[in-house]
């Protein structure tokens, strides 16, 4: 008798569900109503203590994998000794595929932990829990697309991953060219991204551009106005690591209240311990702590209520030491989608959404007066502003609406054989 069809395509991802990546939730929730089944592996539990609205629509089944070698071994040794009796040669085969890579490891054994990890999903969630797996895709293309891999590997079936920034440039190329060799494809965030992906590991796979997207119902002007007046309310969301530029930010706001302007800060967001006190002293050294506020991590819909508020957004962007950048942060889309003007840096994907002058205005990375120039002419130039906020919003909804994104996705997954139950 034909065995039926597998349908399930599993998702690898480092946590679920993650404050700061609402771009991730929002692609579960609208693959689902596309028609796919769906089941979560996370790497790890949640380090949150609350989620965004939109985690409550998803329907995919999680499981949680053991995310210390240590409290884990127990569960390691005794689901991977399993599937090691159960499939000796496949599980031989894929220890050898992870020697193959060793060298590359600069942490040698975290990747035996995703291989553990790997073993794991097979045994305990394919077997045991007959979760029948089509298709296996990471998100991010460092360790959860290593456990991709693998599993698939383990699980004889195709797999695929959407690489996005950290993931990319902080990598050892070559060790992002043999995941690329083995993936059917691979999907990426920016056109930025691309470029590089296909100019250091190209080899004839298919590399897709999406864009993450933003929920459009979820943004309206309300009508607003788009003059501004001082006091100036200026906002900026972002994680306090290097590559977000917030100690340019803070310098050319002292540099522009040195100058007179007159305005509030709100700045929301949290890093590790290390980089919170980096921030909050330097915000107390340049005299900004009367006229800034630091809200720490809160909820989508709180973040929304402040972009109402504002009267431009700002970022400074830029490549970090280790190679990191971003791609296109999503708050700035959120940003022109509410009507706030943005003003940020020419790094990475960030001008494919913002063109200077016309839906935005752009300065070189890591350059105070610069971004302090453009910051008081965004605030202070209004006829500037009554072009670039409606052309910002056309842009977004030309190019970022996440309904028109995700069916492009979903449809890239149905060219590649991933089953959907609507296809």
């Not at 409290?71 to 040794?77: E, H, I, K, N, T």
């Given at each position: 008798?034909?065995q039926?069809?597998?349908k399930?395509?599993g998702?690898i991802?480092?946590?679920y569900?993650?404050?700061?990546?609402?771009?991730?939730?929002?692609?579960?929730?609208?693959?689902e109503?596309?028609?796919?089944?769906i089941?979560?592996?996370?790497?790890?539990?949640?380090?949150e203590?609350?989620s965004?609205d939109?985690i409550?629509q998803?329907?995919?089944k999680?499981t949680?994998?053991?995310?210390?070698m240590?409290?884990?071994?127990?569960?390691?040794?005794?689901?991977?000794?399993?599937?090691?009796?159960h499939?000796?040669?496949?599980?031989?085969?894929c220890?050898?595929?992870m020697?193959s890579r060793f060298a590359?490891?600069p942490?040698?054994y975290?990747w035996?932990?995703?291989m553990l990890?790997?073993g794991?999903?097979?045994?305990?969630?394919v077997i045991?829990?007959?979760?029948?797996?089509?298709?296996l895709?990471g998100h991010?293309?460092?360790?959860?697309t290593?456990?991709?891999?693998y599993?698939?590997h383990l699980a004889?079936?195709?797999?695929s991953f959407?690489a996005?920034a950290?993931?990319?440039?902080t990598?050892?190329?070559?060790?992002?060219?043999?995941?690329?060799d083995?993936?059917?494809?691979?999907?990426?965030?920016?056109n930025y991204?691309?470029q590089?992906?296909?100019?250091t590991?190209?080899?004839?796979?298919?590399?897709?551009?999406?864009?993450?997207g933003?929920?459009?119902?979820?943004f309206s002007?309300n009508?607003r106005?788009?003059k501004?007046t001082?006091?100036?309310n200026i906002?900026?969301?972002?994680?306090?690591?290097?590559?977000?530029?917030?100690?340019?930010v803070l310098?050319?706001?002292?540099?522009?209240?040195?100058e007179g302007?007159?305005?509030?800060?709100?700045l929301?967001g949290?890093?590790?311990?290390?980089?919170?006190?980096k921030i909050q002293?330097?915000?107390r050294?340049?005299?900004?702590?009367?006229?800034?506020t630091?809200t720490?991590?809160?909820?989508?819909?709180?973040v929304?209520e402040l972009?109402?508020?504002a009267?431009?957004f700002?970022l400074?962007?830029?490549?970090?030491?280790?190679?990191?950048?971003?791609g296109?942060?999503?708050?700035?889309a959120e940003?022109m989608?509410?009507?706030?003007p943005?003003?940020a840096?020419e790094v990475s994907?960030v001008?494919?959404?913002v063109?200077h002058e016309?839906?935005?205005?752009l300065?070189p990375?890591?350059?105070v007066d610069?971004?302090a120039?453009?910051?008081?002419?965004?605030?202070e130039?209004?006829?500037?502003?009554?072009?670039?906020?409606?052309a910002?919003?056309?842009?977004v909804r030309?190019?970022f609406d996440n309904?028109?994104?995700i069916?492009?996705l979903?449809?890239?997954?149905?060219?590649?054989g991933?089953?959907?139950?609507k296809a």
């Amino acid at each position: 008798m034909t065995q039926p069809a597998k349908k399930t395509l599993g998702m690898i991802l480092k946590g679920y569900p993650r404050i700061s990546e609402t771009f991730i939730s929002n692609e579960l929730r609208l693959l689902e109503k596309m028609g796919f089944d769906i089941h979560i592996y996370s790497m790890r539990a949640p380090r949150e203590n609350f989620s965004h609205d939109s985690i409550k629509q998803i329907k995919a089944k999680v499981t949680y994998l053991p995310s210390s070698m240590f409290f884990g071994l127990p569960a390691f040794l005794w689901y991977n000794l399993r599937l090691f009796f159960h499939m000796p040669k496949r599980y031989l085969s894929c220890l050898k595929l992870m020697k193959s890579r060793f060298a590359l490891a600069p942490k040698k054994y975290t990747w035996v932990k995703h291989m553990l990890q790997a073993g794991y999903i097979m045994q305990k969630s394919v077997i045991d829990d007959g979760v029948d797996l089509a298709h296996l895709h990471g998100h991010f293309a460092h360790t959860p697309t290593t456990v991709t891999m693998y599993a698939a590997h383990l699980a004889d079936i195709p797999f695929s991953f959407t690489a996005h920034a950290k993931d990319i440039y902080t990598q050892d190329p070559r060790r992002i060219a043999d995941k690329v060799d083995l993936a059917k494809f691979v999907v990426t965030c920016t056109n930025y991204n691309k470029q590089h992906l296909v100019k250091t590991v190209s080899n004839g796979k298919p590399i897709h551009c999406v864009y993450h997207g933003i929920n459009l119902d979820l943004f309206s002007s309300n009508g607003r106005p788009t003059k501004a007046t001082a006091p100036y309310n200026i906002l900026t969301v972002a994680r306090f690591v290097p590559k977000k530029g917030l100690d340019t930010v803070l310098r050319a706001l002292a540099k522009l209240r040195a100058e007179g302007l007159d305005f509030h800060y709100t700045l929301v967001g949290t890093g590790k311990a290390k980089e919170n006190q980096k921030i909050q002293t330097l915000i107390r050294e340049l005299g900004l702590a009367d006229v800034t506020t630091m809200t720490g991590t809160i909820t989508h819909g709180d973040v929304i209520e402040l972009l109402h508020k504002a009267d431009c957004f700002t970022l400074g962007c830029r490549e970090a030491d280790d190679g990191d950048r971003d791609g296109i942060p999503n708050v700035v889309a959120e940003s022109m989608a509410t009507g706030v003007p943005v003003v940020a840096t020419e790094v990475s994907g960030v001008p494919e959404l913002v063109d200077h002058e016309i839906s935005g205005l752009l300065c070189p990375s890591n350059d105070v007066d610069a971004l302090a120039m453009v910051l008081r002419r965004m605030l202070e130039d209004q006829e500037l502003r009554a072009k670039v906020i409606p052309a910002a919003q056309e842009k977004v909804r030309d190019v970022f609406d996440n309904k028109k994104l995700i069916r492009t996705l979903g449809e890239i997954y149905i060219s590649h054989g991933v089953p959907c139950g609507k296809a």
